[in-house]
């Protein structure tokens, strides 16, 4: 009951941040102005080069930094969601409203998803553990800005439950696209992740091909999706703003930087922003090779590393990038929307063996430990929700990062990004520091106080299902015995 009320309010609060004082961002700022001209352009019949402005300069770099075309260069699934809202009269403000209230919708849905896809396939305990990482995640923070991140998250681990719920191939082929739409390089990701479901938990021949050709129709749509958005904005198949070699990392050192900070920077490694996934992959991952027999089942054996070899794949792609980060944003936000569809690829797919270590996990006192980390990690993201000036002055141009724009001055740039990274103080005690809003205070509390009931309630369905195991040994036991007092009764009988 604690558990429930604490996830209605902390899910009610993040709608009405959302509605009354969200951040209007770059990202899907311009997706709403951008989806107007786009449809102004089909209106008009012009259906290649949308995005070229009047001097020819379409979204990219330029001598002054960075320039958005008529239509921008952003996610392809935004401008679908974008576009029929401007096509019937919406103002780009109000579209962008509510592409921000979607994200809050977003989040509360991944919650309900997460636990009744775990809760079903799995084992009920892992309903309160995935909702424990979700809660203490900086999604929270995404679910009331104009990032599409939570979103995103929402529908590729839609597509993996369509997996795991042995959905028909037309619905999954739509689902795989969808999520492939998500972002322009997510498409082998998902594939990837569907594949794994599948094969891990699917033994019937049939419904395992029938549903491996869905993955490839929707994930080839999902490329060819792309390319003819591409060539409708740019006039290209590729994206005129992440193909510009300005925007690429070459040097190696440069990106091994980037990708340490991705795992390790006090502001940017998800090891301190979000410790529950990481936990929870990790412990998945070293379950799977030690409870799993060596020549049984090498797949789901693998499973979990399988998955942290496709986050070391995600995380090099993104330390090639200009902007690893995906700033200015809270944390790292490029890698945040595949956590969540990861980590229920690989709970499914190790199965009982998974659900009988997290039981004993569960009755472990470590539980206890791992339990304060992840609520002090927790901390910081309801904090955020409350000191928009915190995380504002963090990215402010002073010292190292004045005029360090990577059009115009890589060097200065890549030595900004590295400052803010690994020497500036860190922002996730900044913000603990700098809240004064009694509201924020108690919603602490609330969240502290909702990941202890959850933690309480997973113990307990744990504990249940050892409980009744050991009736039903009890019971079998006690089966035995009177089925030996029946056959020896005659023989006593008769002597």
Not at 100 to 118: D, E, G, K, P
Not at 317 to 324: D, E, K, N, T, V
Request: overall charge positive.
């Amino acid at each position: 009951m604690v558990a429930a009320a604490g996830l209605g309010v902390m899910c009610l609060t993040l709608f009405w941040i959302g509605a009354t004082r969200p951040e209007r961002l770059l990202d899907l700022r311009g997706v709403s102005i951008g989806a107007g001209r786009a449809v102004h352009c089909l209106e008009h019949g012009h259906f290649t080069g949308c995005d070229r402005l009047p001097d020819g300069q379409m979204s990219g770099a330029s001598r002054n930094g960075f320039v958005m075309g008529n239509v921008g260069p952003w996610a392809p699934l935004a401008y679908f969601m974008a576009m029929p809202l401007r096509a019937v009269g919406l103002s780009a403000g109000t579209t962008l409203s509510v592409l921000i209230m979607t994200n809050a919708v977003a989040f509360t849905a991944l919650i309900a998803l997460s636990w009744v896809l775990v809760a079903r396939r799995v084992g009920r305990e892992w309903g309160p553990v995935i909702t424990v990482c979700l809660l203490t995640s900086p999604l929270l923070w995404y679910s009331t800005v104009a990032f599409g991140e939570v979103v995103t998250a929402l529908i590729v681990s839609s597509a993996v439950a369509a997996v795991l719920t042995r959905r028909s191939p037309r619905s999954l082929a739509v689902i795989v696209m969808l999520a492939g739409f998500t972002k322009e390089t997510n498409a082998p990701f998902v594939a990837a992740l569907c594949c794994l479901a599948l094969v891990t938990t699917e033994r019937e021949p049939t419904r395992r091909r029938r549903a491996l050709a869905a993955i490839g129709l929707g994930s080839v749509a999902a490329v060819a999706g792309n390319s003819l958005f591409n060539i409708f904005r740019f006039g290209s198949m590729f994206n005129s703003h992440y193909s510009d070699a300005v925007y690429q990392v070459s040097r190696l050192p440069r990106v091994g930087g980037n990708f340490l900070a991705l795992l390790i920077a006090p502001n940017t490694g998800i090891v301190w922003l979000w410790p529950a996934v990481v936990i929870l992959l990790t412990f998945l991952a070293v379950v799977g090779v030690r409870g799993i027999a060596p020549r049984s089942a090498p797949v789901v054996r693998w499973s979990g590393v399988i998955v942290l070899a496709l986050l070391l794949v995600e995380m090099i792609g993104l330390a090639r990038w200009y902007s690893p980060f995906g700033w200015i944003a809270w944390g790292s936000r490029l890698i945040l929307p595949l956590f969540p569809p990861m980590l229920l690829c690989a709970i499914a797919a190790l199965g009982p063996v998974g659900t009988t270590a997290l039981r004993r996990a569960m009755r472990s006192g470590r539980t206890r430990i791992a339990a304060g980390v992840v609520v002090l990690a927790g901390i910081p993201q309801v904090a955020v929700l409350w000191t928009p000036r915190s995380w504002a002055s963090f990215f402010s141009s002073r010292g190292v990062c004045a005029n360090a724009a990577v059009e115009t001055n890589v060097d200065r740039y890549y030595r900004c990004t590295s400052h803010l990274a690994w020497h500036t103080p860190p922002l996730a005690t900044k913000v603990v520091g700098d809240l004064r809003s009694p509201v924020g205070v108690l919603m602490i509390g609330v969240m502290a106080l909702t990941v202890a009931a959850l933690v309480v309630l997973a113990r307990d369905l744990a504990g249940d299902v050892m409980r009744r195991r050991v009736g039903r040994d009890v019971r079998v036991v006690r089966q035995v015995a009177v089925d030996e007092e029946r056959l020896y009764e005659p023989e006593a009988s008769v002597s």
